[in-house]
T-cell receptor
Framework: ETGVTQSPTHLIKTRGQQVTLRCSSQSGHNTVSWYQQALGQGPQFIFQYYREEENGRGNFPPRFSGLQFPNYSSELNVNALELDDSALYLC???????????????FGNGTRLTVT | TQLLEQSPQFLSIQEGENLTVYCNSSSVFSSLQWYRQEPGEGPVLLVTVVTGGEVKKLKRLTFQFGDARKDSSLHITAAQPGDTGLYLCAGAPGNQFYFGTGTSLTVIP
């Protein structure tokens, strides 16, 4: 069983630039969720994709966008980077359809983004 | 803004002591999960609770889901240095999980 992998592990960008983060889901999972985590705090829900469609969104502006591909891998795109976007970005895959109850999230180790 | 508030935010205890972490919300959840996260890694699932009043035990860890499904607690008995980490609760009002503010636990040998 292949776990969730994220790339790159670290990234440094300049304010105003654009960034794309990538995630490969665990095999057999059909849903991917993206989270932003500041140091020492809980992850903040950005959005979720199910069968290539956005299936829910947290309180993040439109410059945060995503894609899910037929093989269930995913991308998170952030345009017009701001200093406050510096954080750990986590991807989690899960299996939706199990009654929608308690399907565990399987996380990657994240991408550490620094915006200068 | 996070739906779930955890307390305490930080906890530093001696090996062998007991502790309780709380997770509270004004929202009702269809299920609630607890995760532990270590530095440089993603959160790892500890337990899922789905029924109000449910109690689950995982070795020295005891998890309880509130009767109204709005809150939960995690109790650790005889803490060990290996328990050190960031403990996160996560609730699902629907199909998406929202995480709590986190409790950073340090167990001193």
């Amino acid at each position: 069983e292949t776990g969730v992998t994220q790339s790159p592990t670290h990234l440094i960008k300049t304010r105003g630039q654009q960034v794309t983060l990538r995630c490969s889901s665990q095999s057999g999972h059909n849903t991917v969720s993206w989270y932003q985590q500041a140091l020492g705090q809980g992850p903040q829900f950005i959005f979720q994709y199910y069968r290539e469609e956005e299936n829910g969104r947290g309180n993040f502006p439109p410059r945060f966008s995503g894609l899910q591909f037929p093989n269930y891998s995913s991308e998170l795109n952030v345009n017009a980077l701001e200093l406050d976007d510096s954080a750990l970005y986590l991807c989690a895959s899960s299996l939706l359809g199990m009654g929608g109850l308690g399907s565990p999230l399987h996380f990657g180790n994240g991408t550490r983004l620094t915006v200068t | 803004t996070q739906l779930l508030e955890q307390s305490p935010q930080f906890l530093s205890i001696q090996e062998g002591e007991n502790l309780t972490v709380y997770c509270n919300s004004s929202s009702v959840f269809s299920s609630l999960q607890w995760y532990r996260q270590e530095p440089g890694e993603g959160p790892v699932l500890l337990v899922t609770v789905v029924t109000g009043g449910e109690v689950k035990k995982l070795k020295r860890l005891t998890f309880q889901f509130g009767d109204a499904r709005k809150d939960s607690s995690l109790h650790i008995t005889a803490a060990q240095p290996g328990d050190t980490g960031l403990y996160l609760c996560a609730g699902a009002p629907g199909n998406q999980f929202y995480f709590g503010t986190g409790t950073s636990l340090t167990v001193i040998p």
